[in-house]
């Protein structure tokens, strides 16, 4: 099995968001980031997959060259080897350059199956992974909360709402979005990340010509749709006003 | 014209196509809009649309609709937009949308626009507004690269009692080939996973935990808040993928649904697929060490601090009756 897990670099959770001047991306030189939480339990999937199966792990990304930091965790995670993508303008790409930058690298590689986190959470369009197969010319699904392989055949358990789920089966290759929560995560070991050093980055040039299908046109911190009363103080006494509010404005309690 | 497509199970409505209707009419700006229903046999769901003031209610049906599948969606909605040739194709924001539309935004060649909570100005113009960032941040964002756009409607973002009735559009069948070979994904019967022991959306109040907890260890704290204040106690995402609490507890777009009297939101940060699962509650406190949280944009009471402090607080205020 040649497995690709697709990963992205995004600002950790913890961070604060800051605009640039024009108000059309973030502030990205006081970012701290971390790979992007759908695309790890991707990764974590498709090293279980090889552990199961055999063959290896392909970790691929598009984005600056600071995006190296994530696909070195993956590699020191269990990953063989890597595609990058390089270019400084694929931080703030959209779904349509990320997914045809990332089909150009990853189309003579043939691989098997291809998994990818569902969404991301910097823009979170939860488009790059299903683009993707389209111009890999692979099936896909979306949302997969199990992944089995038997004869050739692919079965996946894929989320609906509200706890459903569905069992599909669909012929390999094939490129799945992986749902957090599918497994549980490993983590890096002391030998992981020595090995890591030595394994292979192939970087990728960005194609030319490719066309974003969105504009940012201004970003902003978002509108209150309620009039939050906040309550400050000590400990104690945001809850003492809490509570009488709680009880004597909301009725709630 | 605008292109709605529909979404319907066995002949029943998926309610959040209304909220896209409405969606729909915001945005015309006089351009006629069109409803499609997509599907094997979908029944009185084109009848129940027709009832609303668009011009006209599509009914595309296949045998290679159902089940539902996303080469199969995906190829009835090609043949569609091909007939039609709609500038804008507005689809509720719904786990199948998100399965087909990028495949049919990629076969197009178009834009899709997912997620859209707000539309600022009408027609080919109009600006969607979209969340990022885990909603610390809303994004303006045209669509680029020629029309139709297709564009996903956020569940919850308009209202579905917003959706002007009082047409009688006309109802027309329209004949979509799929090529049901084409068609890669075999889909068994939906399942639920474990009998559903607690139905949150009877509960009367909620204390929902989310990452700010930190560890399992203090999952009781929650529980102690929730037992002081008579209410369940529900979780997060996270919180459930960790498996500190049973999925089963879980809120949100992939758990339940719920609109309590009271929702304690108790170091929940509140990305959207956490907020359309209880939004709708009454009345709404948000407990978050960090002041910028989403969470605070939904809450009617907030308490910017440590839940660590607070809570046992909380606790103490009531036990004293």
Known sequence: MKIAVCIKQVPTREWQPRLNDQKTWIREQDISYEMNEPDAYALEEALRLREKHGGEVVVCSAGPARVQTVIREALARGADRAIHVEHDTLGSADAFVLADALAAAMNAESFDLVLTGLQSDDQGHGQTGVILAERLGIPSSTIIMDVQIEGGVLRVKRELEGGWFQWIAMPLPALLTIQSGINQLRYATLKGIMAAKKKEIRKAALPDGLQPAQQIVSLAVPTRSKQTQMIGGSAPDAARELVRRLREEARAL | ?321
């Open chain 2, 1 to 321: 014209m605008i292109l709605v497509i529909a979404e319907q199970r066995e002949g029943t409505l998926n309610r959040a196509t209304w909220e896209t209707v409405a969606a729909a009419q915001q945005l015309s700006g006089g351009m006629p809009i069109a409803v499609a229903v997509l599907g094997a046999a979908t029944g009185g769901v084109a009848q129940e649309l027709a009832s609303a003031a668009v011009a006209e209610v599509l009914v595309a049906e296949h045998a290679a609709l159902d089940p539902y599948t996303p080469d199969g969606f995906a190829a009835a909605g090609r043949a569609l937009i091909d007939a039609v040739t709609p500038a804008l194709v507005l689809l509720p924001h719904t786990y199948q949308t998100r399965d087909f539309a990028p495949l049919l935004a990629a076969r197009l060649r178009k834009p899709l626009i997912t997620d859209v909570t707000g539309i600022e100005g009408t027609g080919s113009g109009a600006t969607f507004v979209r969340p990022m960032f885990q909603g610390k941040l809303a994004a303006h964002v045209k669509p680029h690269g020629g029309s139709p756009a297709l564009v996903t409607i956020q569940i919850g973002a308009f209202r579905a009692d917003a959706a002007q009735k009082g047409g009688s559009a006309a109802v027309k069948k329209v004949d979509v080939r799929i090529d049901a070979a084409a068609i890669r994904q075999k889909p068994e019967a939906p399942f639920r996973e474990a009998k559903q022991a607690v139905d949150l959306g009877q509960a009367e109040r909620i204390v929902a935990v989310g990452r700010g907890i930190k560890s399992q260890e203090n999952i009781p704290l929650a529980e102690r808040l929730a037992k002081a204040m008579g209410a369940e106690v529900a979780a997060s995402r996270p919180i459930c993928d960790n498996g500190w609490l049973p999925m089963e507890r879980q809120i949100g777009s992939s758990g339940q649904t719920v609109a309590p009297k009271l929702y304690v939101a108790l170091g929940i940060s509140g990305a959207i697929q956490h907020l359309v699962g209880m939004k709708g509650s009454r009345t709404i406190v948000a407990i978050n060490k960090d002041a910028e949280a989403p969470i605070f944009e939904v809450a009617d009471y907030g308490i910017v601090g440590d839940l660590f402090e607070i809570a046992p607080a909380i606790v103490a205020e009531l036990e004293k009756g």
